[in-house]
């Protein structure tokens, strides 16, 4: 068998075919070294994204298993692990059905405004994923505190509720579910709305032609339709239920919520830290994330069946009166999600201390002075910001040469592009919490000795921003199509050439937009970064979780409200180079 390979005639300038035999099917020993030598820069970057992924992931689960599978004897033997592992699965399936819920009736929602309201209100529903993940706990926490809640005071000053406290309570177990759910609706609503746009209006429109009303289309057609929307959507809400760690962490510990994430946070504090036992306790996330993505692609099979058609058949319009509800409901959403965190929290911080009543009397800057005068944030800010932009310069372009194999495959050794795509993924299935783990395990070793070092930070965050990377480079080259690609081959530019001339300048927007993005999630980054940060490394997420824990309500609000203003940057930035719907790659 000949794989055929066009190329130039340097002398009669015409494109002719190489039909060298492939390797290992009757290849000359000459003609597969030339092959293998080409393979060889491809095959050394699969052995270090190998490396760099699967550094906190393999010698940490063989630490599980290791001494007869000590670990999961180990596992066995903790306290209460029964209920442990029945709340982590009681808060993942409940958090998917409100985030479900909630998702699917805000892009329905979006879906049924007018064009013009559609293109200013489109990004609002995206709000919560912007504000960092504890900065948005916190704001909950001061919202809905049972005892100083601003929410909970003002219903107690109604006829309708009396007491010293509640009547919600965000540190219970119900209201956890609904906080992560409302949390996660962010991500439905991307897949959902996105889903929506791809259908276009013809079927619908038939479906309305032959007396189907917008209830039955909904059920009959739409819905069906966006089948795989469904399901990719629901197993990676699934899974980020089940690896959360900021909300159970800061919301659970009070009412003894306990969850997979926070044991394992637990077990770290103490000494020595049975590794084995903490890797053996992430093992059934891992398999159920495998069994996940297996399930996944069962339930969607073939996905033709559920393609639609896009066409300039737009939609039938909704009435004035549907155009109003719809935003409405959108608005409410948006107010209670992102801007009332986001008012509590600057509440908090120009207040003397954190108490339940409203009082603008007492206002004052002096938690702001105080705050940026403490050493300790300061360098927090600097670390935080520093190995985010770094992580951010390094994970940019080995995204983009690893999203380079994966589009080229058929120019690659098929195992190579299969086992790079596979490697580039493996972080986006693991919890937070337990890739942290693996890089204190593997930093503590004597060997590698990263531990407490900047180095080691931004090394953590390169890993995990890996999948991330590689998604927004590969949707990059996607959308600039082969044809620009291969008429560049052609007419005799290089591999790189080709890249440095042509895919670099037409998707630089695309790249700075990514780019922009990546430094927004990795401000946000907080699993990882408790579990490997030190006295000397330390960043803005884990000292506003350490000042909370201290109760510096009024100083965690300014910290909080810092991260906003710094996210907020990376977010101009993003809609700056990739337009609005760059915040779609969230």
Known sequence: MTTDVATRDATTDDVVIDQTPAPGRGASPIAFARRFKRQLPWLALTVLVGGLVLLPVVPLQQKAFADGAAGLRGVLELDGVGKMFATTLVLGVGSLIVALIVGTGLALCMHATSPRTRKYLAFMPVLPMIIPG??????????FSPENGYVNTLLRATPFFDGDAGPINVYSEFWIIVYTGIHLAAFVYLFVYAGLRNLGGDYALAARVNGAGPLRILLTVTLPLLRPVFVYAGVVCFLLALGQFTGPLILGRREGLDVITVRMFELSAQYPIDYSVVAALGTPLMVLALVMVMVQRGLIGKQDRFVGTVSAASPASTSRWGNIGATLVVLLFTVLSALAPLVALAFVALSPFWSGSVSFDALTTQNFSSVFQDRVFVES???????????????????????????????????????????????????GALLGFGFLFAYSNPSIGLYATKTGLILAYVTIMVPYAVRYQLATLVALGRTTVESSRVSGAGPLRTFIRVILPLGRAGMASSAAIMFVLLIHEFGVSLLIRSAEVNVMSVALFEQYDAGGYPQVAVIAIAMTAITAIGVFLALLFGGSRALEKL
Do not use: C, E
């Not at 504890?134 to 919202?143: C, D, E, M, Q, R």
């Not at 932009?389 to 592009?417: E, H, K, M, Q």
């Open 134 to 143: 504890v900065a948005h706990v916190v704001g909950f926490v001061f919202l």
């Open 381 to 431: 800010i600097f670390n935080s910001t520093f190995a985010s932009v770094t992580a951010v310069a390094i994970v940019l372009p080995l995204g983009t040469l690893i999203a380079l194999g994966i589009y080229n495959r058929d120019r690659l050794w098929r195992p190579l592009s299969v086992i790079l795509d596979v490697l580039a993924n493996i972080p986006l299935t693991m919890p």
